[in-house]
C-alpha cells in the first residue's frame, strides 16, 4: 500500500510537471521571440534606462534603514534592472521588494544566490537544504528535482525570480578555496546529471536557474572574491572536463550562464583578461561554439578578479562588449551606465545590439509573469517558508546522502545496552547527534576533545573511554563552512588514530576531503555525514540506530582506497 501510494504521489508531482511545462513556453525560444509588451515598455523607457535594464544592484536589509534608502534612490534615480539580495530577514526582504517596485519603472528582477535554497544568505529564519557536495552523495536524482521545485516554491512566496544556481563546477582540486563543497563533485557526468535534476525543478517551478561559473571554477587555488584565478589548461582539457557540464545543460534549455572571473589564456591571451569581459568567451564561446540563446550574466563586477587590472569602471564596458545581458553588482551603476552610453556614441558599442539585450531581459521578465507583478504578502510569510512539507524534503534528502565507508560489522554489533563512550571531537559541548543518542543509551560517558589538548591529557582520557565496551568516536567540523582540512594538533590526530579500533564507530560531520586529516579506517565501521547541520546528523543518527540504510556514494576521489562511488 505504501509503494502504491509513493508512486501515485511521485506520478501526481510529474503530471503536474508536465501540465506546468506545458503551459510555459521553453523560456530560451521565449526570449527570442518579439511581445508585444515588450515593445510598448522599451519604448517608455529613455536611452539610459534601457542600458540600466541590464544592471543587477545589491540589496540588503541586515546593514539598516539607511543602507535600504539608498538603494532605493538609485534605483529611482537609474531605473535598473533588477537586485541581486544579499543577507537580511524575509519579511523586511518583502517589505524592501514592494518599496522598490514603486519607484521602478519597470518590474525588478529579483535574484539570488541560493545553492542550497533560502538559508544560504538567511540561515536564521529560512530553510537551508544539503551543500551540493553532500547531495552529490545520492543516488536518487528525483529527491534534487523535488528540491528544485520546493526551492522555486519559495522563491515565489518571496518574490523572488532568479537563482544564481546550480554550481556546475567540477571540483577536482580538494584545496579549491571557494568552490570545494558547493560542487555536485569530480566526476563531469555525475555533476552534469544532478545540476539538470535540480535545475529542472527550478525551471518547472517556474523560476529562472544559471550554470555557474563558467567555464569551469573547480580546478583553482585561488579565491575569484579576492584575486584573478588563472586556469593554465589547453583548450582540449577545458573542453573535455570543465565545460562539459554546460555544454550538455546548454542543450537541455539552461536559461541562464554565469561567467566567472578567471583568467584562461587558452581562450583569451589577452593579458590579466577575466573570462567575463572576454568577448572570445563570452560571444565566441557561449553564443557561437556552444549555440547559447539564453541570458549571460556576469559574476559579481565588484570582485577584485574582475576590477584588479580593469577599475574605474572599464570592466563594465568590457562586459557589454563581451556580449552580456545582465552585470550582477557593478561597483557604481550610475558611473558605469554613463561609461556604456559614451561608448555606443563613440561606436565602440553598437546601439541596435544593446537594444537586442534589453529587450531579452524585459522579456524574460515577461515569461516570469512580471507584467503583473504583485506586492509580496508578509501575512504568515516565516511559516509559509518553513513548511512541515519543505523540512521533511530536507531530512529525506539528509538520509539519503549518509555514506558507510567501511564495513557494515560495527553497525550490526551496536548494541544500546552496552556501555559506550562518545568521544567527541571538534566540539565542547553535545550537539543533536550526541543529545540523540544519549537518549538510546542505557550507560555512556561523553568526552569532548575540542583539537588543542596536550598528549598527557589525552592519554588520561584515551584510558577512560577504552573502559567502556564499545566507543563512537564523532569528529564535527562546527565551522560555518566545512573545510578540506580540520584544525587538530598532532596530538588530537594520533589520540584519533589510537581509539579508532574494532571496537570503534567513526562518525564524520566534514566535508569529505577531511577524510585525509585523519585516520578513521581501522574503526570497524565509518559514516560519513558530510556537513555538521542538525539534519545531517539526524541522518547519521537513524543510521547508526539501524533505523535507514545508508545509501550514499562518496561524490569526489579523497584517496586510492576511497574513490568516487565508494560507500557499501
Known amino acids: 500500500m505504501i509503494k502504491k501510494l509513493f508512486s501515485f504521489g511521485l506520478l501526481s508531482m510529474m503530471l503536474i510537471s508536465a501540465a506546468f511545462a506545458q503551459n510555459k513556453p521553453n523560456f530560451v525560444d521565449f526570449i527570442n521571440q518579439k511581445h508585444s509588451w515588450v515593445d510598448s515598455v522599451f519604448n517608455t523607457l529613455t536611452p539610459k534606462q534601457r542600458i540600466g535594464q541590464l544592471f543587477l544592484v545589491r540589496a540588503h536589509t541586515n546593514l539598516g534603514q539607511k543602507y535600504v534608502d539608498s538603494v532605493k534612490q538609485v534605483i529611482e534615480k537609474e531605473q535598473l534592472g533588477g537586485l541581486v539580495v544579499f543577507q537580511?530577514?524575509?519579511?523586511?526582504?518583502?517589505?524592501?521588494?514592494?518599496?522598490?517596485?514603486?519607484?521602478?519603472?519597470?518590474?525588478?528582477?529579483?535574484?539570488?544566490?541560493?545553492?542550497?535554497?533560502?538559508?544560504?544568505?538567511?540561515?536564521?529564519?529560512?530553510?537551508?537544504?544539503?551543500?551540493?557536495?553532500?547531495?552529490?552523495?545520492?543516488?536518487?536524482?528525483?529527491?534534487?528535482?523535488?528540491?528544485?521545485?520546493?526551492?522555486?516554491?519559495?522563491?515565489?512566496?518571496?518574490?523572488?525570480?532568479?537563482?544564481?544556481?546550480?554550481?556546475?563546477?567540477?571540483?577536482?582540486?580538494?584545496?579549491?578555496?571557494?568552490?570545494?563543497?558547493?560542487?555536485?563533485?569530480?566526476?563531469?557526468?555525475?555533476?552534469?546529471?544532478?545540476?539538470?535534476?535540480?535545475?529542472?525543478?527550478?525551471?518547472?517551478?517556474?523560476?529562472?536557474?544559471?550554470?555557474?561559473?563558467?567555464?569551469?571554477?573547480?580546478?583553482?587555488?585561488?579565491?575569484?572574491?579576492?584575486?584573478?584565478?588563472?586556469?593554465?589548461?589547453?583548450?582540449?582539457?577545458?573542453?573535455?572536463?570543465?565545460?562539459?557540464?554546460?555544454?550538455?545543460?546548454?542543450?537541455?534549455?539552461?536559461?541562464?550562464?554565469?561567467?566567472?572571473?578567471?583568467?584562461?589564456?587558452?581562450?583569451?591571451?589577452?593579458?590579466?583578461i577575466p573570462s567575463s569581459i572576454s568577448k572570445k568567451v563570452v560571444t565566441d564561446i557561449i553564443r557561437k561554439e556552444l549555440g547559447f540563446r539564453g541570458l549571460t550574466v556576469t559574476d559579481a563586477m565588484d570582485m577584485n578578479g574582475v576590477k584588479k587590472f580593469f577599475p574605474n569602471g572599464e570592466a563594465d564596458v568590457m562586459a557589454i562588449e563581451a556580449g552580456h545581458d545582465l552585470l550582477e553588482v557593478s561597483e557604481n551603476s550610475g558611473r558605469?551606465?554613463?561609461?556604456?552610453?559614451?561608448?555606443?556614441?563613440?561606436?565602440?558599442?553598437?546601439?541596435?545590439?544593446?537594444?537586442?539585450?534589453?529587450?531579452?531581459?524585459?522579456?524574460?521578465?515577461?515569461?516570469?509573469?512580471?507584467?503583473?507583478?504583485?506586492?509580496?504578502?508578509?501575512?504568515?510569510?516565516?511559516?509559509?517558508?518553513?513548511?512541515p512539507a519543505a523540512q521533511s524534503l530536507v531530512q529525506r534528502i539528509s538520509d539519503a546522502a549518509v555514506t558507510l565507508l567501511k564495513s557494515d560489522r560495527g553497525l550490526k554489533r551496536f548494541d544500546p545496552k552496552k556501555s559506550t563512550s562518545i568521544v567527541s571531537v571538534g566540539i565542547d559541548q553535545t550537539q543533536d547527534f550526541e543529545k540523540g543518542l544519549a537518549l538510546q543509551l542505557n550507560d555512556f560517558d561523553q568526552f569532548f576533545i575540542k583539537g588543542d589538548e596536550t598528549e598527557e591529557q589525552l592519554k588520561d582520557l584515551m584510558k577512560e573511554a577504552k573502559d567502556n565496551r564499545q566507543i563512537v568516536l564523532v569528529i564535527h567540523d562546527n565551522r560555518s563552512r566545512p573545510r578540506s582540512e580540520l584544525v587538530l594538533n598532532d596530538a588530537a590526530k594520533d589520540f584519533i588514530d589510537k581509539i579508532a579500533g574494532r571496537r570503534t564507530i567513526s562518525v564524520m560531520f566534514t566535508n569529505p576531503y577531511a577524510m585525509n586529516s585523519v585516520d578513521v579506517m581501522r574503526s570497524s565501521s565509518v559514516l560519513l555525514g558530510y556537513q555538521n547541520d542538525f539534519f545531517m546528523q539526524k541522518a547519521v543518527l537513524k543510521a547508526l540506530l539501524k533505523q535507514i540504510k545508508p545509501e550514499g556514494k562518496l561524490p569526489v576521489s579523497i584517496s586510492e582506497d576511497l574513490e568516487n562511488g565508494t560507500g557499501l
Open 336 to 387: 558605469a551606465i554613463d561609461l556604456v552610453e559614451k561608448a555606443i556614441k563613440s561606436g565602440r558599442l553598437s546601439q541596435a545590439d544593446i537594444d537586442a539585450r534589453v529587450k531579452k531581459v524585459l522579456a524574460a521578465k515577461l515569461w516570469l509573469g512580471l507584467n503583473q507583478v504583485k506586492p509580496v504578502n508578509t501575512n504568515r510569510l516565516y511559516e509559509d517558508l518553513n513548511t
Open 88 to 272: 537580511g530577514g524575509p519579511v523586511r526582504h518583502a517589505n524592501m521588494f514592494n518599496q522598490y517596485d514603486k519607484v521602478s519603472k519597470v518590474p525588478l528582477l529579483i535574484t539570488f544566490d541560493g545553492e542550497w535554497g533560502l538559508g544560504m544568505r538567511m540561515p536564521d529564519s529560512t530553510i537551508s537544504y544539503p551543500y551540493q557536495m553532500t547531495l552529490g552523495a545520492i543516488q536518487n536524482n528525483n529527491l534534487l528535482y523535488e528540491m528544485g521545485r520546493q526551492v522555486a516554491r519559495d522563491f515565489h512566496r518571496m518574490g523572488m525570480h532568479f537563482n544564481f544556481a546550480p554550481v556546475v563546477d567540477i571540483n577536482n582540486n580538494p584545496n579549491n578555496p571557494v568552490i570545494n563543497f558547493r560542487s555536485f563533485g569530480d566526476n563531469k557526468y555525475k555533476v552534469t546529471e544532478k545540476a539538470k535534476a535540480y535545475m529542472d525543478g527550478m525551471v518547472q517551478g517556474g523560476i529562472l536557474a544559471s550554470l555557474k561559473h563558467f567555464p569551469g571554477h573547480g580546478d583553482t587555488d585561488v579565491d575569484s572574491h579576492h584575486d584573478l584565478p588563472q586556469l593554465r589548461f589547453d583548450k582540449a582539457r577545458l573542453d573535455s572536463l570543465e565545460m562539459y557540464p554546460f555544454r550538455q545543460l546548454i542543450k537541455d534549455g539552461a536559461p541562464s550562464v554565469m561567467v566567472a572571473h578567471m583568467n584562461i589564456p587558452a581562450l583569451d591571451n589577452t593579458p590579466n
